[in-house]
T-cell receptor, first 117, second 115 residues
Framework: EAGVAQSPRYKIIEKRQSVAFWCNPISGHATLYWYQQILGQGPKLLIQFQNNGVVDDSQLPKDRFSAERLKGVDSTLKIQPAKLEDSAVYLC???????????????FGPGTRLLVL | AQKITQTQPGMFVQEKEAVTLDCTYD???????LFWYKQPSSGEMIFLIY??????QNATEGRYSLNFQKARKSANLVISASQLGDSAMYFCAMRGTDSWGKLQFGAGTQVVVTP
């Protein structure tokens, strides 16, 4: 079974530029998560989708970050314009169904390392 | 609000020895799940082991075991017979029933296994 796919793996941009990350979850997984992991910290949830609807985006900086999952499968996370503090690893994860209870396991992709200069 | 605390920023362990990684948590949820993930330098978060709050037995998965002490709100990971490939960051995470699925992560512990 294929895991969570993400691209690109690395991205370097200058501040005020825009950038987009792509994620394809495990086949059949209804729930998709985007996390931001700043160096030296644990991942922090940015946004969670159930199929093509947003479940939780309370920690997404909506003035510059946006995300979509139009067909309920793959997803795109965009930053526009980027700031220096957006330098981080952006991790995508998926699970079969968030409502599956506390045991519902999230599986992560390899992440995209973003450096904003 | 949920909180995960990992107090060990880094640890050295010799090959073939066991190592215990500490994790304490705080939650008002009655039902919750505790997870451990491994993150090698490549960046991917690899799921290791799960413990449910109502599970009576400590979870085990191969060389990984979880020392769950509910009253003390701790969920320590034990890696037995360490291997060089175990060198990585290890994160403890929690998921509550009212958090819409998101995992709350600790700051992680860096483990270096030496020959």
């Amino acid at each position: 079974e294929a895991g969570v796919a993400q691209s690109p793996r690395y991205k370097i941009i200058e501040k005020r530029q825009s950038v987009a990350f792509w994620c394809n979850p495990i086949s059949g997984h209804a729930t998709l998560y985007w996390y931001q992991q700043i160096l030296g910290q644990g991942p922090k949830l940015l946004i969670q989708f159930q199929n093509n609807g947003v479940v939780d985006d309370s920690q997404l900086p909506k003035d510059r970050f946006s995300a979509e999952r139009l067909k309920g499968v793959d997803s795109t996370l965009k930053i526009q314009p980027a700031k220096l503090e957006d330098s981080a690893v952006y991790l995508c994860a998926s699970s079969s169904n968030w409502a599956g209870g506390p045991k519902e396991t999230q599986y992560f992709g390899p992440g995209t390392r973003l450096l904003v200069l | 609000a949920q909180k995960i605390t990992q107090t060990q920023p880094g640890m050295f362990v010799q090959e073939k020895e066991a190592v215990t990684l500490d994790c304490t948590y705080d939650t008002s949820d009655q039902s919750y799940g505790l997870f451990w993930y491994k993150q090698p330098s490549s960046g991917e978060m690899i799921f290791l082991i799960y413990q449910g709050s109502y599970d009576e037995q400590n979870a085990t998965e191969g060389r990984y075991s979880l020392n769950f002490q509910k009253a003390r709100k701790s969920a320590n990971l034990v890696i037995s017979a360490s291997q060089l490939g175990d060198s990585a960051m290890y994160f403890c995470a929690m998921r509550g029933t009212d958090s819409w699925g998101k995992l709350q992560f600790g700051a992680g512990t860096q483990v270096v296994v030496t020959p």
